[in-house]
């Protein structure tokens, strides 16, 4: 079974609305996992942009030579991504099923405020 590391997801403006950890080495504080989304949200829109290919959504998937990071884009902008080990298959059915988990249960909060951190409740 491969193991996801972290799990991540970015609003259309690029903030950090939900961060989980699930790696027991190297765990980051908050303040780098903020980072980590910026860079990635930053990288995003580059690719789209320097992209030969006509109507490009941006980078996929990002292979390292220690983990992988997954991405999926929903049509409102926000970005969900993971980032787990090396060679991990169907991230993609994983990820969308993060996003209907997420347009179920956070979107149809009446609670929520669009592009607020997600709040777990304790």
Same mark, same amino acid.
């Given at each position: 079974?491969?193991?996801?590391?972290?799990?991540?997801?970015?609003?259309?403006?690029?903030?950090?609305?939900?961060?989980?950890?699930?790696?027991?080495?190297?765990?980051? &504080? $908050?303040? #780098?996992?903020?980072?980590?989304? @910026? !860079?990635?949200?930053?990288?995003?829109?580059?690719?789209?942009?320097?992209?030969?290919?006509?109507?490009?959504?941006?980078?996929?998937?990002?292979?390292? &030579? $220690?983990? #992988?990071?997954?991405?999926?884009? @929903? !049509?409102?902008?926000?970005?969900?991504?993971?980032?787990?080990?090396?060679?991990?298959?169907?991230?993609?059915?994983?990820?969308?099923?993060?996003?209907?988990?997420?347009? #179920?249960?956070?979107?149809?909060?009446?609670?929520?405020?669009?592009?607020?951190?997600?709040?777990?409740?304790?």
């Amino acid at each position: 079974m491969a193991a996801i590391y972290s799990l991540y997801i970015i609003n259309k403006s690029g903030g950090l609305i939900f961060y989980k950890d699930y790696g027991s080495a190297g765990r980051m &504080d $908050t303040n #780098d996992s903020l980072r980590v989304a @910026s !860079l990635w949200h930053s990288m995003h829109a580059i690719s789209q942009q320097l992209s030969p290919v006509v109507g490009c959504s941006g980078i996929e998937l990002l292979e390292a &030579d $220690t983990f #992988d990071l997954h991405c999926f884009q @929903s !049509l409102t902008g926000t970005k969900f991504f993971v980032v787990c080990e090396p060679g991990t298959q169907q991230m993609e059915g994983l990820l969308k099923a993060i996003y209907e988990l997420y347009t #179920d249960y956070v979107l149809k909060n009446p609670f929520y405020e669009m592009e607020m951190p997600i709040r777990k409740p304790s």
